[in-house]
């Protein structure tokens, strides 16, 4: 498995470095990297190993904006060993080689996920499948570049009706809810210098089902902390919708103080926008996602304990926000920093001038 050539990443960039920024009047040196990097923060984003491979403008632009990236699932327990004990990391291995070759951070995502479990191990989900697939991964790929690990991905289901709030997932069925403390201290002892997140979704704005999710949350954190596991900060995904009401700015800077008191860092792990109406101009649309995006991280940045922010995609060439109905009719959801013609939009301007508002960590 081959990373794409460094010689076609500094053409892309080449090319990329005049025509990408200068359409926007931002000088060459304000790219999302160098604007997070300046404050101790990371930018990133979700990418996938054929995109690294076989876009080499892609790639070019990965490698001049982003301090740090997510693979998108090339890292998950289903992809990464489908069959038992025969584990396939080459797709992973040739990420990390470009992270390596870029100097790019990487956060590895995501060990436990009730969405990406082999199906031989979920036929009879045991301790020894699990932490051997913890132990393999964090052997493998827990020191640098990886400075964080979603270890456990989505644990919290408060609609599941259980008094903790946490979801009835194969994990909890078959190992107990003490599955989640357990899983963290094991990748602590396997990987002592990576940070251990723990990522969820819904916890953004303010309707009834998202406030119980944050305050499932917080108990979580508080049971963690009194079982003394190994918990070092939590990702908050930051799938915004245009649709998604009510918004309070106070309930989410609450939430987000009532996490750093806890002493976990944050992490915005998965940010984009799903739209609600494709068929306004252009223009306006992208009006509309960057007002949200800013209307989130006006909050976010300002609160200290947040370590960065990673989209879920780069651009809208890749997301996983666009449908196949939106591709027939032509359409694709403009939630990222850049169009899928790799050229910046308002997204990128308002994550730029926030990164550029935020105080240095
Ligand atoms: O194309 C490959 C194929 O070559 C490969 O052999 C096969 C092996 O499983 O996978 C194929 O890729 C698919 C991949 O998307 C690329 O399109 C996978 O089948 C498919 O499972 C994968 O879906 C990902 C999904 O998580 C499940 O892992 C999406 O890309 C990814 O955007 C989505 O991301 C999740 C986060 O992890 C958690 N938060 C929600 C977010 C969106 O659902």
Redesign the pocket.
Known sequence: MTVIARRTILAGLASLGVASLARTGHAAAATLKAAAQARGLIWGA?V?QTQLRDDAEFAALVAQQCSSFTP??EM?W??MEARRGQRNFARADAMVAFAKQHGLGVRG??LV?H??VPDWASANLTWDAVAAHVEAMLKRYGGAPFAQWDVL??VIEPQDGRDDGLRNSPFLKALGPDYIARTLTLARATAPNTKLYVNE?SLDYDSTIERARRDKLLRLIDSLKKANAPLDGIGI?A?LRIDRTPFSAEALRKFLAELAGRNVKIAIT?LDVREQNLELPTDERDRIVAAEVKRYLDVVLDEPAVTGITA?GLSDRYS?RTTPEMIAKGRRNRGLPFDETLAPKPFRDTILAALERARPR
């Open positions: 979700a996938q998108e699932w998950k289903a992809s995502h995501a996920w969405r990406s991905n989505e979704y995904q799938h998965e879920w996983w």
